[in-house]
């Protein structure tokens, strides 16, 4: 159905190739995992089926795309409407009407299709995806996994040939996600779909996968079962790396699999990884009664926290559970009703941006509003002149966090975990006690995640508190001693990380689920392993 | 058979936005021909009269209101500069201002002095009028969809049409990237820095570069996506054919410019007049009929064109018929006197001819809510 012959594909100010010399063939029916660290090339590949790559992006494309034996370098992108349907990573960014009935409908009006066809395959697709009721709804009021559901089913309408998903879940809360990723489940199994499929959170999509592209980022393409090329893959998702460690052969790819086999290994591990517990010192920021609302919506509902120093806290819950209302309220800068907020014996919200920002420093979701010149090096300049703090100090944090980036480089040109560093970096130069991070693993692949707990455990090592709200929860349980969870604006449950998410069905992590409510990271199961099988 | 006719016709559903258009501007006609109050008043009454009751339950048409204090707005600024700047004619002098004495080169303009009650009747008819138009055109943007109609347009106006709404859902996104951006600046101290002018310069730039960025970034996502699901498949129209729709539709719209020229200038040789703006319209015509053929688009869902709509068009085109006709019969009672005070008469003819507007409340199908099923009703089926 898709073919790729010998293609090799660079862009002109690059010498290095993004993909070089690959030649593949996808059947009908299949679905495709393609994985990759971010920049690995993993979106070229995906534009190049339907000709966005090169007519849209430039570059230069050798050999030959095809679909459904049509090859792309004969016709324009929107020649391939009917062939691809193409699915991006912002729903809202590709949406063209205003409502779901007209966005399913867009694209078959652009083929000139017969109206009762529109009409009845308009009716099919609501059905199909779950997405009747919202059928007259304004697709900016709909939660992301509705509106990824829409931009799905809006694709969906001009039967393409093959469906092409570039991470369509990065921007989604767990739940979003996993109804997405159910849909997507379905189109495969119930109408043998043919997708390609580019995804972060691999272990949600390898169980049904029937085929994994690996692109190691040197331009070549591992191609084989997902049980073959995880076995050599540098990052994988929790479960097979606990597989690697117990040598499971052939490697599980679902939590049930693994359970199955896990038996042995829990007799084999010695005693679950000590804690620490809630510490005896005074906490170092403490808010009381704390209330915010939007008019008539209440966001956050009289929330009282403790933060301690050395300690990292994530806050989980789904969206729209009042998150980033209550690290806004804390921080001082987003509005707050009612409450009270110390830290060093004075309340953030009384005093002027600069002042607040030196007790809790706050780096938002959208990280990226906070950058707004040319080059590294003069954010790094702006951000010690803000704070007042000798000349070099965030460049030195920034080289702390993430070594090695040029001074010259424009900040919208950085990776997504490097952009995080700089504004992490920009945040740290006011020395706060207390920092708070919105959503920080939004768009960060295995690696880059990894680096972030490390920066997380030295921000702790140094004695400040830090609270991470996030949907991530295998990085909740690498990288937090204590979770609270929120829910319309309330704290549900507080308590320590592997009580909080070890008995959850929503929010415990894999290896938990394979081995039992202590147990939390790949990283705990080795340390508890007696020698003689490590 | 009769009654399952009458039940279809009922059947809620959103009328063709260009009944609507067509409905309220017959009613602005009809109140451009007259200054008489009582008639006025009661075009005034049956345009609300029928906004409230077919108005559908959506955003824009919450803004008909705003349409209402436009025009009180209106009205109060007509009668208030006739305080301002002096209204004394006609005998019956209501008030003496003090008047304010203005150097040689201002004569003409007189600030304050007396008021006569003639000059603020004239004042309070005139502004009603006007009020009334606005509020007329603000009923047709409560009652039908204005991206409704954009959807309506011609075929070769398509693409356009598609522009324009991509381009007004932008603007909520742009207000919320600024509300953004600015909040995510406080984090960085907002308000510290430089002083004076290049504070300022920097704080602008905090602002505008992020919210361009981002702006530039959607834009691009957008026609990324828009290119992939097939807009502007050009189809297969060979480079003559093109050739011969853009020359007909460029000489067309050439014709209609002179043609409109020479009509509002009567020195201008006759026969490029009519003729020429005529023929002008035609061809242009012709070149949109060509250029539309060759579009190979179809329209899902379109408004159809049904007897609810004509019966909405024809009240309002009815309306403005009737004060043109009696404007010949009765000129007194629709534009009433203010040489010599006295209440404004009204007679039954132009009154019934207005009272015609307000059909459409009784005689078209009530709008669709808009965002489907009311989960109430169902509810309420249900139990």
């Known amino acids: ?534 | 058979m009769r009654r399952a006719a009458l039940t279809t016709y009922f059947l809620p559903r959103d009328l063709h936005p260009a009944a609507w258009w067509a409905w309220t501007l017959g009613l602005a006609v009809a109140a451009s021909r007259t200054t008489n109050p009582w008639l006025l008043l009661t075009i005034l009454a049956v345009v609300c009269h029928v906004v409230v009751a077919r108005r559908p339950d959506a955003p824009w048409a919450a803004a008909f209101r705003i349409y209402l204090w436009l025009g009180a707005v209106i009205v109060a600024f007509r009668v208030g500069f006739r305080f301002v700047f002096g209204g004394a004619e006609g005998q019956t002098i209501l008030v003496r201002l003090p008047e304010i004495p203005l150097p040689a080169w201002a004569a003409g303009i007189r600030l304050f002095g007396a008021v006569s009650a003639e000059s603020l009747l004239g004042g309070l008819y005139d502004g009603l009028r006007l009020a009334t138009m606005v509020i007329c055109l603000g009923a047709a943007n409560a009652l039908a969809n204005p991206k409704r109609l954009l959807k309506a347009l011609p075929p070769a106006l398509y693409e356009v049409g598609t522009a324009v709404i991509v381009a007004l859902s932008v603007f909520p996104q742009l207000a919320e990237s600024v509300q953004r951006v600015a909040r995510a600046r406080r984090l960085r101290g907002g308000a510290s820095g430089g002083r004076g002018r290049r504070r300022r310069v920097r704080v602008l730039r905090a602002v505008i570069v992020p919210v361009l960025e981002d702006a530039l970034d959607r834009s691009l996502k957008l026609a990324a996506s828009m290119d992939a699901r097939g807009y502007g498949r050009s189809g297969a129209a060979s480079p003559g054919a093109r050739f011969v729709t853009g020359s007909l539709m460029i000489t067309g719209l050439i014709g209609v410019c002179v043609g409109v020229y020479a009509t509002l200038d009567g020195s201008t040789p006759r026969f490029l007049a009519t003729p020429v703006l005529v023929a002008g319209l035609l061809v242009a015509l012709a070149g949109f009929r060509l250029a539309g053929r060759r579009v190979r688009r179809s329209r899902y869902r379109p408004d159809r064109w049904r007897l609810p709509e004509l019966v909405v068009a024809a009240s309002g085109v009815g309306v403005a018929v009737v004060l043109f006709a009696t404007s010949s019969v009765d000129p007194t009672n629709l534009n009433p006197s203010l040489t010599h005070l006295s209440w404004p008469l009204l007679s039954w003819p132009p009154l019934l001819g207005v009272l015609l507007g307000v059909l459409p409340a009784f005689l078209s199908p009530p709008p669709e809510h808009p965002y489907g099923a009311v989960p109430a009703a169902a509810e309420k089926v249900a139990a």
């Open chain 1, 1 to 534: 159905m898709i073919e790729f012959d010998r293609v090799t594909f660079r862009y002109h100010d690059r010498p290095d190739p993004v993909l070089a010399d690959v030649s593949l063939t996808v059947g009908e029916g299949e679905l495709v995992l393609v994985a990759g660290r971010t920049g690995a090339g993993k979106s070229t590949l995906l534009g190049a089926v339907n000709g966005l790559v090169p007519h849209f992006t430039g570059g230069h494309l050798g050999g030959t795309v095809a679909v459904a034996g049509v090859a792309t370098h004969t016709r324009p992108p929107r020649e391939f409407a009917h062939l691809a349907g193409v699915v991006g990573q912002d729903p809202l960014a590709g949406f063209v009407t205003d409502t779901v009935e007209e966005e399913l409908a867009y694209g078959m009006e652009q083929l000139g299709l017969a109206p009762q066809v529109m009409r009845r395959r308009v009716e099919e697709t609501l059905d199909l995806l779950g997405i009747a009721d919202l059928r007259r709804r304004a697709l900016r009021t709909l939660s992301g996994g509705q509106q990824q559901r829409a931009a799905i089913g809006s694709v969906l309408t001009t039967h393409p040939r093959v469906l092409v998903l570039d991470e369509p879940t990065s921007a989604l809360d767990p739940t979003a996600a996993e109804d997405v990723l159910a849909t997507l489940a379905r189109l495969v199994h119930d109408l043998g779909a043919t997708v390609l499929l580019a995804e972060h959170r691999m272990e949600r999509v390898v169980p049904f996968a029937d085929r994994m592209l690996y692109l190691p980022g040197d331009g070549s393409v591992v191609d084989g079962t997902p049980a073959e090329v995880l076995r050599g893959t540098p990052v994988a998702p929790p479960i097979v790396e606990l597989g690697r460690l117990a040598g499971w052969e052939p490697l599980p790819l679902s939590v049930r699999d693994a359970r199955r086999r896990a038996g042995p290994l829990r007799a084999a591990l010695g005693p679950p990884p000590a804690r620490p517990d809630a510490p005896a010192a005074a906490p170092v920021l403490r808010a009381e009664g704390i209330v915010v609302r939007y008019g008539p919506t209440v966001a956050v509902r009289g929330v009282d926290l403790d933060l301690h120093g050395g300690r990292t806290l994530a806050m989980m819950g789904r969206n729209g559970s009042g998150k980033s209302s209550l690290l806004w309220a804390l921080q001082g800068s987003g509005p707050r009703q009612g409450g009270a907020v110390r830290v060093d014996g004075r309340d953030p919200g009384d005093l002027g941006a600069g002042a607040a920002r030196a007790l809790v420093g706050l780096v938002p979701q959208s990280a990226a509003d906070l950058l707004y010149l040319e080059t590294v090096a003069a954010e790094c300049a702006a951000a010690d002149h803000e704070s007042a703090a000798a000349p070099g100090t965030c460049r030195t944090l920034l080289d702390r966090l993430a070594p090695g980036i040029d001074g010259d480089r424009h900040p919208r040109d950085l990776s997504e975990g490097q952009r995080l560093s700089l504004v992490l970096a920009v945040q740290l130069t006011a020395a706060p006690p207390v920092v708070l991070l919105d959503e920080p693993t939004r768009g960060l692949d295995y690696t880059a995640k990894a680096a972030l707990a490390g920066i997380v455990g030295t921000l702790a090592g140094e004695g400040r508190a830090v609270v991470i709200a996030t949907h991530d929860v295998e990085f909740v349980a690498t990288v937090a001693d204590r979770v609270v969870v929120l829910a319309e604006g309330e704290i549900v449950s507080d308590g320590r990380a592997a009580d909080v998410l070890g008995g959850s069905p929503a929010f415990a992590p894999q290896v938990a689920k394979v081995l039992g409510e202590p147990w939390l990271t790949v990283a705990d199961v080795r340390a508890a392993l007696p020698e003689a099988v490590r």
